[in-house]
């Protein structure tokens, strides 16, 4: 075998290579760039469902989704899309003194899996104020480094 074919076999397998790592590597801040925008979305709700939130909370929570936003919860039978959603009792104090734990997290191309426990106290009909603990399964899809779906089962 001569020495140019030796020379071009082993670059173009280095070649191969680096653009393997390259990917790899693309791939990895993509997911890194979804897992971050998860848990800003987690950090953001429980900031906007504390007694003494304020409105540079709502503003973070809001800068997180695409104009176009829909959030469902498929066991109650609800959709909130856009404003509707912003404006809802999911966020706008029916709840307080909010603790996320971030149990697991699962990342694909667009969109995020997050199972959480949530520790808060819920505003009763009465308006009394009673603790409730909740595991969750989020369903996120991120669309421009935005949320652009939230299905909350």
């Given at each position: 075998?001569?020495?140019?074919?030796?020379?071009?076999g082993?670059?173009?397998?280095?070649?191969?290579?680096?653009?393997?790592?390259?990917?790899?590597?693309?791939?990895?801040?993509?997911?890194?760039?979804?897992?971050?925008?998860?848990?800003?979305?987690?950090?953001?709700?429980?900031?906007?469902?504390?007694?003494?939130?304020?409105?540079?909370?709502?503003?973070?929570?809001?800068?997180?989704?695409?104009?176009?936003?829909?959030?469902?919860?498929?066991?109650?039978?609800?959709?909130?899309?856009?404003?509707?959603?912003?404006?809802?009792?999911?966020?706008?104090?029916?709840?307080?003194?909010?603790?996320i734990?971030?149990?697991?997290?699962?990342?694909?191309?667009?969109?995020?899996?997050?199972?959480?426990?949530?520790?808060?106290?819920?505003?009763?009909?009465?308006?009394?104020?009673?603790?409730?603990?909740?595991?969750?399964?989020?369903?996120?899809?991120?669309?421009?480094?935005?949320?652009?779906r939230?299905?909350?089962?």
């Amino acid at each position: 075998m001569s020495k140019a074919k030796v020379f071009v076999g082993v670059f173009f397998t280095v070649l191969n290579l680096s653009c393997l790592s390259q990917q790899a590597s693309a791939d990895n801040i993509k997911t890194q760039s979804l897992s971050l925008i998860v848990l800003a979305y987690l950090d953001a709700y429980a900031a906007i469902n504390q007694v003494d939130s304020d409105a540079d909370d709502f503003k973070a929570f809001n800068h997180l989704f695409s104009d176009d936003v829909v959030y469902e919860i498929p066991s109650q039978n609800m959709r909130f899309e856009a404003d509707e959603f912003l404006s809802s009792d999911v966020t706008t104090g029916r709840i307080r003194n909010t603790r996320i734990i971030l149990d697991s997290l699962i990342v694909s191309d667009v969109t995020a899996f997050a199972k959480i426990s949530q520790f808060s106290e819920v505003k009763t009909s009465e308006g009394a104020w009673r603790p409730i603990v909740r595991q969750e399964l989020l369903v996120f899809e991120i669309q421009n480094g935005k949320i652009h779906r939230i299905i909350d089962y």
